[in-house]
T-cell receptor, first 117, second 116 residues
Framework: AQKITQTQPGMFVQEKEAVTLDCTYD???????LFWYKQPSSGEMIFLIY??????QNATEGRYSLNFQKARKSANLVISASQLGDSAMYFC??????????????FGAGTRLAVHP | GAVVSQHPSWVICKSGTSVKIECRSL??????MFWYRQFPKQSLMLMATSNEGSKATYEQGVEKDKFLINHASLTLSTLTVTSAHPEDSSFYICSARGLGGNEKLFFGSGTQLSVL
Protein backbone atom coordinates (compact mmCIF):
# COMPACT_ATOMS: atom_id res chain seq x y z
CA ALA A 1 0.00 0.00 0.00
CA GLN A 2 1.25 3.45 -0.86
CA LYS A 3 2.44 5.19 2.25
CA ILE A 4 3.00 8.71 0.99
CA THR A 5 0.63 10.31 -1.48
CA GLN A 6 1.18 13.56 -3.30
CA THR A 7 -1.81 14.10 -5.56
CA GLN A 8 -0.56 17.21 -7.36
CA PRO A 9 1.90 16.36 -10.14
CA GLY A 10 2.32 20.06 -10.88
CA MET A 11 1.42 23.40 -9.34
CA PHE A 12 1.67 26.99 -10.54
CA VAL A 13 1.90 30.04 -8.34
CA GLN A 14 2.43 33.72 -8.90
CA GLU A 15 5.54 35.25 -7.42
CA LYS A 16 4.97 36.59 -3.88
CA GLU A 17 1.84 34.51 -3.44
CA ALA A 18 1.50 31.58 -1.03
CA VAL A 19 1.10 27.99 -2.22
CA THR A 20 0.14 24.74 -0.51
CA LEU A 21 1.55 21.41 -1.60
CA ASP A 22 -0.50 18.45 -0.46
CA CYS A 23 0.76 15.29 1.22
CA THR A 24 -1.13 12.50 2.89
CA TYR A 25 0.42 9.49 4.56
CA ASP A 26 -0.52 6.12 5.90
CA UNK A 27 1.07 4.36 8.85
CA UNK A 28 0.07 2.26 11.82
CA UNK A 29 3.16 3.25 13.77
CA UNK A 30 2.31 5.87 16.42
CA UNK A 31 5.84 7.26 16.15
CA UNK A 32 6.85 8.71 12.82
CA UNK A 33 8.49 11.69 11.23
CA LEU A 34 7.42 13.68 8.21
CA PHE A 35 9.80 15.57 5.95
CA TRP A 36 9.70 17.86 2.99
CA TYR A 37 12.59 18.09 0.55
CA LYS A 38 13.16 20.34 -2.43
CA GLN A 39 14.91 19.03 -5.52
CA PRO A 40 15.99 21.68 -8.04
CA SER A 41 16.97 20.75 -11.57
CA SER A 42 20.54 20.18 -10.43
CA GLY A 43 19.35 17.08 -8.58
CA GLU A 44 20.43 17.60 -5.00
CA MET A 45 17.89 17.05 -2.24
CA ILE A 46 17.48 20.06 0.02
CA PHE A 47 15.90 19.53 3.43
CA LEU A 48 13.12 22.02 4.12
CA ILE A 49 11.17 21.05 7.20
CA TYR A 50 10.49 18.23 9.66
CA UNK A 51 7.44 17.33 11.78
CA UNK A 52 7.45 14.62 14.41
CA UNK A 53 4.24 12.77 15.12
CA UNK A 54 4.27 13.86 18.73
CA UNK A 55 5.03 17.49 18.04
CA UNK A 56 2.22 19.62 19.37
CA GLN A 57 2.77 22.57 17.11
CA ASN A 58 3.12 22.80 13.37
CA ALA A 59 6.72 23.08 12.24
CA THR A 60 7.93 26.30 10.67
CA GLU A 61 11.21 27.15 8.96
CA GLY A 62 11.33 30.65 7.55
CA ARG A 63 8.90 30.83 4.63
CA TYR A 64 8.05 27.14 4.99
CA SER A 65 5.41 25.81 7.34
CA LEU A 66 3.91 22.39 7.67
CA ASN A 67 0.16 22.12 8.15
CA PHE A 68 0.07 18.93 10.22
CA GLN A 69 -3.39 17.40 10.63
CA LYS A 70 -2.79 14.14 12.42
CA ALA A 71 -6.35 12.84 12.40
CA ARG A 72 -6.54 13.34 8.66
CA LYS A 73 -3.00 12.03 8.17
CA SER A 74 -2.00 15.02 6.15
CA ALA A 75 1.19 17.07 6.20
CA ASN A 76 0.82 19.83 3.66
CA LEU A 77 3.69 22.20 2.96
CA VAL A 78 2.89 25.88 2.80
CA ILE A 79 5.33 28.19 1.08
CA SER A 80 4.64 31.84 1.75
CA ALA A 81 5.75 34.72 -0.45
CA SER A 82 6.87 32.48 -3.32
CA GLN A 83 10.08 33.34 -5.10
CA LEU A 84 11.26 32.43 -8.58
CA GLY A 85 13.95 30.27 -6.98
CA ASP A 86 11.27 28.12 -5.38
CA SER A 87 10.59 26.50 -8.75
CA ALA A 88 11.58 22.87 -8.25
CA MET A 89 10.30 19.40 -7.42
CA TYR A 90 9.04 18.98 -3.89
CA PHE A 91 8.95 15.63 -2.16
CA CYS A 92 7.10 14.64 0.97
CA UNK A 93 8.68 11.78 2.90
CA UNK A 94 7.98 9.73 5.99
CA UNK A 95 10.08 7.76 8.39
CA UNK A 96 8.35 5.29 10.68
CA UNK A 97 9.85 5.43 14.16
CA UNK A 98 11.04 8.76 15.51
CA UNK A 99 14.76 8.24 15.88
CA UNK A 100 17.51 5.71 16.12
CA UNK A 101 17.80 2.43 14.31
CA UNK A 102 17.99 2.30 10.56
CA UNK A 103 14.62 3.84 9.80
CA UNK A 104 14.45 4.66 6.14
CA UNK A 105 12.69 7.50 4.38
CA UNK A 106 9.86 6.66 2.01
CA PHE A 107 9.15 9.35 -0.57
CA GLY A 108 6.01 10.48 -2.32
CA ALA A 109 5.81 10.92 -6.07
CA GLY A 110 6.61 14.61 -5.86
CA THR A 111 5.01 17.86 -6.98
CA ARG A 112 6.62 20.12 -9.52
CA LEU A 113 6.17 23.76 -8.54
CA ALA A 114 6.52 26.53 -11.08
CA VAL A 115 6.66 30.10 -9.82
CA HIS A 116 5.67 32.72 -12.38
CA PRO A 117 6.79 36.36 -12.29
CA GLY B 1 25.69 22.19 8.24
CA ALA B 2 26.56 18.61 7.53
CA VAL B 3 27.83 17.85 4.07
CA VAL B 4 27.62 14.68 2.06
CA SER B 5 29.83 14.49 -0.97
CA GLN B 6 28.95 12.16 -3.83
CA HIS B 7 31.28 11.40 -6.69
CA PRO B 8 31.16 11.33 -9.64
CA SER B 9 28.29 13.66 -10.44
CA TRP B 10 27.82 12.03 -13.80
CA VAL B 11 29.31 9.08 -15.62
CA ILE B 12 28.93 7.51 -19.04
CA CYS B 13 30.03 3.93 -19.50
CA LYS B 14 29.82 1.10 -21.96
CA SER B 15 27.42 -1.75 -21.46
CA GLY B 16 29.06 -4.57 -19.49
CA THR B 17 31.44 -2.42 -17.50
CA SER B 18 31.23 -1.68 -13.78
CA VAL B 19 30.85 1.73 -12.24
CA LYS B 20 31.64 2.76 -8.67
CA ILE B 21 29.90 5.68 -6.97
CA GLU B 22 31.27 7.11 -3.73
CA CYS B 23 29.36 8.77 -0.94
CA ARG B 24 31.32 10.54 1.78
CA SER B 25 30.21 12.34 4.91
CA LEU B 26 32.62 15.24 5.18
CA UNK B 27 32.11 16.63 8.65
CA UNK B 28 30.31 13.93 10.56
CA UNK B 29 30.40 10.19 11.06
CA UNK B 30 27.64 8.34 9.26
CA UNK B 31 26.68 5.04 10.84
CA UNK B 32 24.00 4.51 8.25
CA MET B 33 23.84 5.51 4.63
CA PHE B 34 21.00 5.00 2.20
CA TRP B 35 21.17 4.55 -1.54
CA TYR B 36 18.31 5.73 -3.71
CA ARG B 37 17.55 5.49 -7.39
CA GLN B 38 15.50 8.00 -9.31
CA PHE B 39 14.21 7.64 -12.85
CA PRO B 40 13.35 10.79 -14.82
CA LYS B 41 10.30 12.60 -13.48
CA GLN B 42 9.82 9.97 -10.79
CA SER B 43 10.32 9.75 -7.07
CA LEU B 44 13.28 8.40 -5.14
CA MET B 45 13.16 4.67 -4.64
CA LEU B 46 15.21 3.23 -1.81
CA MET B 47 17.60 0.56 -3.02
CA ALA B 48 19.48 -0.39 0.11
CA THR B 49 20.52 0.60 3.59
CA SER B 50 24.25 0.57 4.18
CA ASN B 51 25.50 0.02 7.72
CA GLU B 52 29.10 0.59 8.68
CA GLY B 53 30.92 -2.67 9.27
CA SER B 54 28.09 -4.96 8.24
CA LYS B 55 26.27 -6.15 5.17
CA ALA B 56 23.86 -3.86 3.43
CA THR B 57 20.14 -4.45 3.63
CA TYR B 58 18.54 -4.46 0.20
CA GLU B 59 14.97 -3.55 -0.65
CA GLN B 60 12.76 -6.09 -2.31
CA GLY B 61 13.48 -6.42 -6.00
CA VAL B 62 16.98 -4.94 -5.85
CA GLU B 63 19.67 -7.36 -7.01
CA LYS B 64 22.42 -7.35 -4.41
CA ASP B 65 24.87 -9.03 -6.78
CA LYS B 66 24.35 -6.28 -9.30
CA PHE B 67 24.42 -3.35 -6.92
CA LEU B 68 27.31 -3.96 -4.57
CA ILE B 69 27.41 -1.78 -1.49
CA ASN B 70 30.39 -1.38 0.78
CA HIS B 71 30.40 0.75 3.94
CA ALA B 72 33.93 0.22 5.13
CA SER B 73 34.26 3.29 7.32
CA LEU B 74 32.09 5.78 9.16
CA THR B 75 32.60 8.34 6.40
CA LEU B 76 32.47 6.34 3.18
CA SER B 77 29.97 4.13 1.43
CA THR B 78 30.30 2.96 -2.16
CA LEU B 79 27.78 1.63 -4.65
CA THR B 80 29.16 -0.42 -7.52
CA VAL B 81 26.90 -1.12 -10.46
CA THR B 82 28.33 -4.32 -11.90
CA SER B 83 28.03 -5.28 -15.55
CA ALA B 84 25.96 -2.20 -16.23
CA HIS B 85 23.28 -2.27 -18.91
CA PRO B 86 21.28 0.56 -20.49
CA GLU B 87 18.35 -0.14 -18.18
CA ASP B 88 20.62 0.72 -15.24
CA SER B 89 20.85 4.28 -16.53
CA SER B 90 19.39 6.41 -13.78
CA PHE B 91 20.08 9.06 -11.16
CA TYR B 92 21.61 7.54 -8.03
CA ILE B 93 21.67 9.52 -4.82
CA CYS B 94 22.96 8.70 -1.38
CA SER B 95 22.00 10.01 2.00
CA ALA B 96 23.53 9.74 5.42
CA ARG B 97 22.44 9.83 9.02
CA GLY B 98 24.89 10.85 11.67
CA LEU B 99 25.55 9.39 15.08
CA GLY B 100 22.74 9.89 17.57
CA GLY B 101 19.91 9.33 15.12
CA ASN B 102 19.48 12.90 13.93
CA GLU B 103 16.06 13.14 12.39
CA LYS B 104 17.40 14.84 9.30
CA LEU B 105 19.08 12.95 6.49
CA PHE B 106 21.77 14.67 4.51
CA PHE B 107 21.86 13.97 0.81
CA GLY B 108 24.65 13.86 -1.69
CA SER B 109 24.31 15.74 -4.94
CA GLY B 110 23.59 12.59 -6.91
CA THR B 111 25.20 10.71 -9.78
CA GLN B 112 23.69 10.55 -13.24
CA LEU B 113 24.66 7.23 -14.80
CA SER B 114 24.26 6.70 -18.52
CA VAL B 115 25.04 3.27 -19.90
CA LEU B 116 25.55 3.10 -23.66
Amino acid sequence: AQKITQTQPGMFVQEKEAVTLDCTYDTSDPSYGLFWYKQPSSGEMIFLIYQGSYDQQNATEGRYSLNFQKARKSANLVISASQLGDSAMYFCAMREGISGGYNKLIFGAGTRLAVHP
Amino acid sequence: GAVVSQHPSWVICKSGTSVKIECRSLDFQATTMFWYRQFPKQSLMLMATSNEGSKATYEQGVEKDKFLINHASLTLSTLTVTSAHPEDSSFYICSARGLGGNEKLFFGSGTQLSVL
